[in-house]
Every structure is written in structure tokens, then in C-alpha cells.
């Protein structure tokens, strides 16, 4: 249940005000400051108002019951606050505490709810604003965990709001149409499209019917307007199924789309957006060089400035979707004295003589994905084609990044789910010795270990959501996340190759495909030893990733 801030709206809102005649001052004070568990400096209802709706309605139960009778319609839609998406279908207050589970609030339940139906239409989605993330921006250090800004909810949530791990109706609905629509269309074509090397564009087209290229993109720009967990919820479903699209999801959303959301600017977000997130067109992320891996700041990749904007040469390998992509992000130095600060980020058209990408073969996994090299050949960029300004380069790739570590962490999560349930499934059907294999005890042991795996890294994946959504810092917590659904994953893939015995060792069940299909994702976003290096990072304070 993702609960919103409360609006600060209603007849009543300002310091000393009350719920009504009957309700004392101290009880704002006292009794319901320290039952609602808020910080000592919330005394009066204008402060109060920041608290979550649930917590408040349970104290309001408990503490209220006798004046709860008195307030009216007017008052209960400014006071609750109600929850900016409410599920559709909702159409009474009565229904409304149901669906959030407050059936424990006897005093509400009596009341005649007819709430006004406009509590009941959904409002769109933000981004938080500049003022909202300037605590959670680095003005520094490029690398630094807050180098980050967030996709958050309408009203984003106090800091001290709980973590609930009950997803809401809508989450709920989207993760089973993603499921369904997994089942139906992705995982019917995922082995043909890894034996053939096919990139299936008519797959992505249907993605992107879904609204799954730009999930976390505000409805404004032609997204989906969903939340960092429903996104989550997605991405585990089209991983499980091929993790080659998946990485389609992920670079689009994730890499291209929360770049341009984040530093771009208004024109720019017009003019891109709807068309990536339609699947009009289709976008790469230009960071990775062949001499230049986990050193993204070393770019070797060069941008001189002209009368009319900047010429770009250089090369980029390892680029998913390079060679269908109409737009590319491409990172280059603007001035080598400058290091990491003289880095831009150039939004680049595709379609001239300059770009001139090479399709990678013979891939270990992703076979159904586009991986290319790209060569850039005088390729010239107009001056109001780059993300931020000059220098903002590395702090656009360490931001998008983030934003990738955490989808890449989510499929993973649909690969340790996939492993599971074929497991599963073949351990019942086989029968060795007279019994189903799924009898005996070290089968079930390797069963549970990836149970096991997959419940942890999904936890973990959710809670890095939780902290996108709620506009809190969270880069340690999405590496955290990455590292060990990344190395979760491959343990995963190898106990259910051991569960199929010789049947896993071929195409004809989908767990050999997760074991090769997982292994770049312990390299590419940052390796799994780039992990650990930013975690050590956090819990030291000593950064050893560039040795002084």
C-alpha cells in the first residue's frame, strides 16, 4: 500500500487549529504526537497533516471515537487526505477504507461516507521538483550517491514513513497483465528469437502497446506515469520470460527516457519522449568505449564546438539497440584538461553518414537482443542538443545508471522467479527410482535455495523502489539491490540446470538461456566488483574505487 502525504488543504489547516471544538489543544501536543510516532516538533494540525493517512485514521479510531461523529464531509476529505490514485472501482468511502485495510476503524465505518466523486479521480503523476531533490543532488563530486534525481509520486512521503510490502490493487493489476501479457506474446518467441539471432521488432511494437517502454515517464510526455515499484513489478515479468527484451525495456526506460525526464530540457522532453515511449522510435545509451569500461570518466570520445554546434568522433562498443536506434546518447570530452567535468552528453540523430554502427555476433547470451559497436565519424550535433551543460556529462551517465542497476536488478528477480518455476515443475513431472525427483531430499534443498534467493533479492529490489518513490537517496541501496539479484540470479540458473540434469544442457527448457542470458548482467550497469565499491564507499567513507 503506497500511502501520499497529506494535501495541506481544508478549512481547518494552520497552526492551532482543530479538529473541531470538543478536541482539546493538548491532545495535538501529547497523546496523538506520540501514538502517531512523529517527530517532537509536530504540535499543531498544519504539521500534522504530514503524516501518512493511515497512521492518522488509527489514531483518529482510537483516540477520537467520541468526536469522530461530529466532523463533517468537508473536514474528512481535507483531514484523510485521500490517496492521489485511488484503485478504480472504488466508489465510496466505505470501500475505499476496505481496500486500504482500515476495516479496524469502527467510528468511520458508522459514518454516512458519501464522499464527494471527485476524491475518486486519479491525478496525475510528477517529478519532484528542484526544491524537493536539492538535498538529494550532488553539487560535487559527480560519483556521489546523491547524484541522483528520483521519478516520485504525487506529494512525495515523509522520510519517516513506513516501508509496506502489501502491494496496492493497481500494482497488483499490473503485475498480472504484465504476467499475462508475458506468457502470451514474450515467452511463445524467446527461444526461436535466441536460436536465430533475431532482434524481433514486432515484439518491442507490442511492448510499447502496453505502455512498457516508458513506464516510469509522466503521462504529459506519453508515459505511463507508474511508480519505481510498479516498474519493478514489469520489468521482473518481461525478464522472466526473455531477457532480451527485457534489456529493451531497460535501456529505453531506464538509460534513455529517465535521462532525457531528468536533464533534459521542456523542448527537449516534448520532442523525444512521446516518441520513445510510443516505440516510434528507439534510443541507445552511447557511455561504453572499447578502451573504457568501468573508467567512464576516461572518454576517449572527442566533441569540438563549431559556429553551429559541436562535430563528434570517436567509437562506443557494447551499445544495446545501436543499430536501431533513432536517437543515441552519447557521451564525449569536450576538454581532456578537465577530466570528468569536461564530459557532455549529446543527443545524437542517428540518421546521418557519421554514425555508423556494426552489429556484435556470437554473443554468450542475449542473442535476441541488438548489441552494437558504433563508429562516430564527424557526426555533428546542433547546439541544443545536449543534456544539461558542459560538464553535467558524468553526473547524467552516474544518474542513469542508477536508474538502469535497479531495472537490470528487477529482471534478474524474473530470472530467479523463471529458474523456480521450471524447477518446479520438471522436479514434480520427472520420475527416477519410481518417484517423482521432487521427492527426494536434495532436490527439494536446491529448490528452496532458489526460493530462497528469489525472495531476498526481490525484497531488495522492492526496497530500493520504495526509496525511488519516496525521494530518498538511494544509490547504495539500488547497488546493493543489483548485486545480489545479478549474483543471485547465476547461482539460480546453475541449481535448476542441476534440477534438469541433462535436459537443462538444451534449449528445449529455458533455464541453459538463463544461464547465459545472466551473465553480462554481473558486468554491464557496473560490475558486480563496482558494487561492492560503491557499498564499501557508503559504509567507509573512504572512496576506493580510484586509487590515490
Given amino acids: 500500500m503506497i500511502r501520499q502525504r497529506a494535501r495541506r488543504s481544508?478549512?481547518?489547516?494552520?497552526?492551532?487549529?482543530?479538529?473541531?471544538?470538543?478536541?482539546?489543544?493538548?491532545?495535538?501536543?501529547?497523546?496523538?504526537?506520540?501514538?502517531?510516532?512523529?517527530?517532537?516538533?509536530?504540535?499543531?494540525?498544519?504539521?500534522?497533516?504530514?503524516?501518512?493517512?493511515?497512521?492518522?485514521?488509527?489514531?483518529?479510531?482510537?483516540?477520537?471515537?467520541?468526536?469522530?461523529?461530529?466532523?463533517?464531509?468537508?473536514?474528512?476529505?481535507?483531514?484523510?487526505?485521500?490517496?492521489?490514485?485511488?484503485?478504480?472501482?472504488?466508489?465510496?468511502?466505505?470501500?475505499?477504507?476496505?481496500?486500504?485495510?482500515?476495516?479496524?476503524?469502527?467510528?468511520?465505518?458508522?459514518?454516512?461516507?458519501?464522499?464527494?466523486?471527485?476524491?475518486?479521480?486519479?491525478?496525475?503523476?510528477?517529478?519532484?521538483?528542484d526544491e524537493d531533490q536539492h538535498q538529494h543532488q550532488s553539487h560535487e563530486e559527480p560519483g556521489d550517491r546523491n547524484c541522483e534525481r528520483v521519478h516520485a509520486r504525487e506529494c512525495t512521503p515523509l522520510p519517516w514513513r513506513r516501508m509496506d510490502l502489501e502491494l496496492t490493487d493497481e500494482q497488483r493489476l499490473i503485475r498480472e497483465t504484465a504476467r499475462e501479457f508475458t506468457n502470451k506474446e514474450v515467452v511463445p518467441r524467446a527461444r526461436d528469437n535466441d536460436r536465430n539471432e533475431h532482434f524481433d521488432l514486432e515484439l518491442i511494437d507490442k511492448l510499447a502497446a502496453q505502455g512498457y517502454l516508458g513506464a516510469i515517464v509522466p503521462r504529459e510526455y506519453g508515459g505511463a506515469g507508474l511508480d519505481y515499484l510498479s516498474y519493478a513489478l514489469i520489468v521482473e515479468e518481461v525478464g522472466r520470460g526473455c531477457s532480451a527484451m527485457r534489456t529493451v525495456v531497460s535501456v529505453q526506460t531506464s538509460l534513455v527516457c529517465s535521462s532525457i525526464l531528468r536533464w533534459g530540457t521542456e523542448e527537449q522532453k516534448h520532442e523525444y519522449l512521446p516518441k520513445l515511449c510510443s516505440g516510434e522510435w528507439l534510443g541507445c545509451f552511447g557511455l561504453t568505449e572499447p578502451d573504457t569500461g568501468s573508467d567512464a570518466a576516461n572518454q576517449r570520445t572527442r566533441a569540438r564546438r563549431t559556429d553551429s554546434g559541436w562535430i563528434i568522433n570517436g567509437s562506443k562498443m557494447w551499445i544495446s539497440m545501436g543499430n536501431h536506434a533513432r536517437v543515441a546518447l552519447v557521451f564525449a570530452q569536450t576538454d581532456p584538461e578537465k577530466r570528468h567535468r569536461g564530459i557532455a552528453c549529446f543527443l545524437v540523430d542517428t540518421d546521418q553518414p557519421g554514425y555508423q554502427?556494426?552489429?556484435?555476433?556470437?554473443?554468450?547470451?542475449?542473442?535476441?537482443?541488438?548489441?552494437?559497436?558504433?563508429?562516430?565519424?564527424?557526426?555533428?550535433?546542433?547546439?541544443?542538443?545536449?543534456?544539461?551543460?558542459?560538464?553535467?556529462?558524468?553526473?547524467?551517465?552516474?544518474?542513469?545508471?542508477?536508474?538502469?542497476?535497479?531495472?537490470?536488478?528487477?529482471?534478474?528477480?524474473?530470472?530467479?522467479?523463471?529458474?523456480?518455476?521450471?524447477?518446479?515443475?520438471?522436479?514434480?513431472?520427472?520420475?527416477?527410482?519410481?518417484?517423482?525427483?521432487a521427492s527426494f531430499q536434495l532436490v527439494q534443498e536446491m529448490l528452496a535455495d532458489i526460493a530462497l534467493e528469489t525472495e531476498a533479492a526481490r525484497?531488495?529490489?522492492?526496497?530500493?523502489?520504495?526509496?525511488?518513490?519516496?525521494?530518498?537517496?538511494?544509490?547504495?541501496?539500488?547497488?546493493?539491490?543489483?548485486?545480489?539479484?545479478?549474483?543471485a540470479a547465476i547461482r539460480c540458473a546453475n541449481n535448476a540446470i542441476q534440477v534438469h540434469g541433462g535436459s537443462g544442457y538444451v534449449d528445449d527448457y529455458p533455464v541453459e538461456r538463463y544461464m547465459r542470458d545472466v551473465r553480462v548482467t554481473t558486468l554491464y550497469e557496473g560490475t558486480s566488483q563496482i558494487q561492492k565499491l560503491i557499498i564499501g564507499r557508503a559504509l567507509t567513507g573512504i572512496d576506493a574505487l580510484v586509487p590515490k
Fill in 10 to 129: 481544508g478549512p481547518f489547516v494552520g497552526a492551532g487549529a482543530g479538529l473541531g471544538p470538543e478536541l482539546p489543544a493538548d491532545v495535538l501536543a501529547g497523546a496523538l504526537r506520540q501514538a502517531l510516532g512523529a517527530p517532537a516538533g509536530v504540535g499543531h494540525l498544519e504539521q500534522l497533516l504530514e503524516v501518512a493517512l493511515s497512521e492518522v485514521c488509527l489514531v483518529a479510531a482510537a483516540l477520537l471515537a467520541d468526536v469522530v461523529h461530529d466532523l463533517h464531509l468537508d473536514l474528512l476529505e481535507a483531514f484523510l487526505a485521500l490517496p492521489s490514485c485511488t484503485p478504480a472501482g472504488v466508489a465510496s468511502g466505505h470501500h475505499l477504507l476496505d481496500v486500504l485495510g482500515l476495516e479496524r476503524l469502527a467510528p468511520f465505518h458508522q459514518l454516512p461516507l458519501a464522499l464527494p466523486a471527485k476524491l475518486f479521480e486519479p491525478r496525475a503523476g510528477r517529478l519532484a521538483s
Fill in 357 to 437: 554502427p556494426q552489429t556484435i555476433h556470437h554473443k554468450l547470451g542475449l542473442r535476441g537482443s541488438d548489441t552494437a559497436g558504433i563508429s562516430l565519424d564527424d557526426v555533428e550535433v546542433p547546439e541544443g542538443a545536449m543534456l544539461g551543460q558542459v560538464g553535467d556529462g558524468f553526473k547524467v551517465a552516474m544518474s542513469a545508471l542508477d536508474s538502469g542497476r535497479y531495472s537490470v536488478a528487477a529482471g534478474c528477480v524474473g530470472i530467479c522467479q523463471g529458474c523456480l518455476d521450471a524447477s518446479v515443475s520438471y522436479a514434480k513431472e520427472r520420475q527416477q527410482f519410481g518417484r517423482p525427483i
Fill in 459 to 487: 525484497m531488495l529490489v522492492w526496497r530500493a523502489g520504495y526509496l525511488k518513490d519516496s525521494g530518498q537517496p538511494n544509490t547504495t541501496e539500488t547497488s546493493v539491490a543489483k548485486l545480489y539479484a545479478t549474483e
